[in-house]
């Protein structure tokens, strides 16, 4: 596992990573989130050895005392490739600064090109291809040494919808085996993709856990809106102050009632019973489930970041 | 097994860049095609460098040098005639006078006899034996020379009747030069040349290098076991190649219009491949100061104007030594390696001169090379490589 301790990076006056301690297990998906700003490249850069702390540590444990150049296979938001050399040039070339010798990177390309849909593109220059290709020749030159860990920064940015599919199963199924830590601003990626996740803001750790413990834990939770055949503003209210007892959040209008809770699900069968006991007519039920953009927004707050 | 990975992968990019490559391996067979055309067509001027050895007489207790007088009477007729093309100039020495000569810095060298004043002056008060000697120094077969001897035999002719009211009292000698005499304008020009075809290379090498920060692929390369010496050994070794093609061509070109060489070729490659080691160190400053093809195009301007117009590689230049180190001078534009090249190529191609006689220039073009290449290596390592 990694193990960042006490983490600090500061340039000059500002401080950008601020005591971040936290573990990543060897085994699983990492997300990383926070607003712009919130020091998530900076983590990133120093775990992968591109940027000295300034304080604290990082150890690299159960990897076979492996530096974080043999380790970490880095994919960074911007498409960083040779232009003017084909796919497989490329990437046989980055695998020879590696050290790796040739008849071993060889069929490692060819296999992570065929991977990620691009054999097709084996001979073609990478300045021709499209931008959802040159996305996944990124994620292929950061794959070429065969890393243990993947560190991914926005890696679906720029991919229409089938190839994010085929990136996702992709990680998943890397996930499964390696060590996988992405940092994105897209909340149903990370939902989707992560075991984990570690929220920041301001160079500081916020939380980290599951998706579905930060979803049921915080925010406003889960919206209910119920609207009614029947009854007037007065026998809304009074069905309300029922449901006082369940500590339910409510607002009242003509003819529907909104609820928030962070598990609103766990109480559909006492609303109902409770709605029938007042006399009320449900028509419809309206559910938005907790999100972990709603975590998010309650966390980091709503304020634009430079 | 990192190092033939940088230049294999520097090779293909250097061919697919192809446009600035063939400009850059262009320039040099160009210059030589112009310079071609500006010899064959520029207007003439004769120079004509005197060694006045005239020891004088002592007459009514005055000094008197007939010598100083004559070279007087040279500048007079210049000035007298207007836009003579004949330019006379007094030097200390006979060696320097045929160094001269052999460079093509001058036309023809006059000695002036010890006894020029004696002989006049005997003349002068009716001594009719009293014969004076004057002797010519230059490549008889160059029609430069034979205009200048002709003229300046017919200035010191008519000096002599106007000091002496006498005819016949001097006695013209002919000294013929060696081989290099027979070497032409633009014999002389082509060592500059092909110096100037590596010159070029500073660009192609400066954007070699920057290539890889403006493409921000030099975070790879940081992220990757890849040392700054494999780095920029390929790199390095790609663009030499390229320098010494280019020099290949350019003497190509230059043998297909004439030109005649007198020395070693693999000696000339040396100082190419040498020179070509310089320019790409030095291009490791401009790469270190610029971060985009489009600033080493308008930041190596600067040097590559100071490198061809003040080397002596586009024309030949006068300089003066700050000082010498034994016996070699070492001038302000000894900073520039294209002034040893030059001088390097210049005995070798057109003195003939062996690999002895350039020890100073090669020790001079290394010593620059490594000088270049630390203060390059350190600045772009700071700039570009180093982690923050």
């Known amino acids: ?67 974080p150049k043999s380790l970490i296979g880095y994919c960074p938001q911007e498409n960083i490739f040779y ?54 020749l990124n994620i292929c030159l950061a794959l070429v040494h065969n890393p243990e860990i993947l560190i991914l920064d926005e890696p679906e940015a720029g991919l229409d919808p089938q190839s994010r599919i085929l990136v996702r199963d992709f990680f998943s199924a890397f996930g499964s085996e390696k060590t996988v830590i992405l940092t994105t601003h897209n909340m149903d990626e990370a939902d989707r993709l992560a075991d984990r996740i570690a929220i920041m803001d301001h160079g500081k750790l916020l939380l980290l856990d599951t998706p579905q413990n930060l979803k049921k834990t915080i925010g406003d939770g889960d919206i209910l809106e119920i609207q009614f055949e029947n009854g007037n503003e007065q026998q809304i209210s009074q069905f309300a102050g029922k449901l006082g007892s369940l500590s339910l959040k409510m607002t009242t209008g003509p003819n529907f009632l909104l609820i928030k809770h962070p598990n609103v699900i766990e109480h559909l069968p006492a609303i109902k019973t409770m709605a029938e006991e007042t006399g009320l007519i449900i028509s419809e039920f309206k559910l938005r489930q907790n999100t972990l953009e709603d975590v998010f927004i309650h966390l980091t707050g709503r304020t634009l970041r430079q | 097994m990192k190092i033939s990975g940088v230049i294999v992968k520097s090779f293909r990019e250097q061919v697919r860049s192809f446009w600035v490559l063939l400009l850059s391996l262009s320039m040099g067979p160009f210059f030589i095609f112009v310079y071609f055309l500006i010899m064959e067509s520029s207007k003439p001027q004769y120079n004509i460098l005197v060694v006045n050895g005239d020891s004088g007489i002592l007459e009514n207790e005055q000094p008197l040098n007939y010598g100083k007088e004559l070279l007087r009477y040279f500048s007079a007729a210049n000035l007298e005639i207007g836009s003579t093309p004949f330019v006379t100039t007094e030097i200390g020495d006979r060696n320097t006078g045929i160094e001269k000569l052999k460079n093509k810095h001058a036309d023809a060298l006059i000695i002036i006899s010890g006894s020029f004043t004696q002989s006049l002056d005997a003349r002068k008060h009716h001594d009719s034996l009293a014969l004076t000697g004057i002797e010519f120094i230059g490549d008889l077969t160059s029609s430069n020379y034979l205009i200048s001897a002709v003229w300046a035999n017919e200035m010191v002719n008519a000096f002599a009747l106007l000091t002496t009211h006498s005819k016949r009292i001097v006695e013209v000698t002919e000294t013929p030069l060696g081989i290099s005499a027979s070497i032409s304008g633009f014999d002389m020009i082509v060592p500059g040349i092909l110096i100037v075809s590596l010159i070029m290379l500073m660009f192609t090498a400066s954007i070699a290098f920057v290539a890889e920060v403006e493409n921000k692929t030099i975070l790879r390369l940081k992220l990757s076991k890849l040392s700054t010496f494999e780095f920029l050994g390929g790199i390095g070794f790609v663009q030499m190649m390229v320098g010494i ?68 590689a586009a024309f030949p230049l006068k300089s003066d030594a700050l000082f010498t180190v034994a016996g070699y001078p070492v001038t302000l534009q000894g900073l520039m390696t294209p002034t040893h090249a030059i001088s390097a190529l210049n005995k070798t191609l057109i003195m003939n001169m062996d690999v002895t006689r350039i020890i100073p220039e090669m020790i001079a073009i290394i010593v620059l090379t490594i000088f270049y290449f630390i203060i390059g290596g350190i600045i772009f390592k700071q700039r570009h490589l180093k982690l923050t």
């Open chain 1, 83 to 136: 232009p003017k050399l084909t796919c497989f040039e490329q990437l046989l070339f980055i695998g020879q600064m590696y050290g790796i010798a040739s008849k071993i990177i060889k069929p490692k390309a060819l296999e992570l090109l065929e991977l990620l849909g691009l054999k097709d593109k084996t001979n073609e220059r990478a300045g021709r291809l499209s931008g959802g290709m040159k996305r996944r």
């Open chain 1, 1 to 67: 596992m990694i193990t960042i301790t006490n983490l600090k990076k500061q340039f000059g006056d500002f401080t950008a990573v601020d005591g971040l301690s936290f573990g990543i297990h060897k085994k699983g998906i990492f997300g990383l989130l926070g607003p712009n700003g919130a020091g998530k490249t900076t983590t990133i850069s120093m775990i992968c050895g591109l940027l000295k702390p300034s304080g604290g540590t990082i150890v690299y444990d159960d990897f076979n005392g492996q530096g």
């Open chain 2, 245 to 312: 093609i280019s020099v290949i061509l350019t003497l190509f070109t230059a043998i297909v219009l004439g030109f005649h060489y007198q020395g070693s070729l693999i000696l000339m490659l040396i100082i190419a491949g040498l020179t070509s080691l310089s320019i790409i160190s030095f291009s490791l400053i401009i790469a270190a100061v610029t971060k985009s093809a489009n600033e080493v195009l308008v930041v190596g301007n600067f040097p590559m104007f100071l490198f061809m117009f003040f080397t002596g």
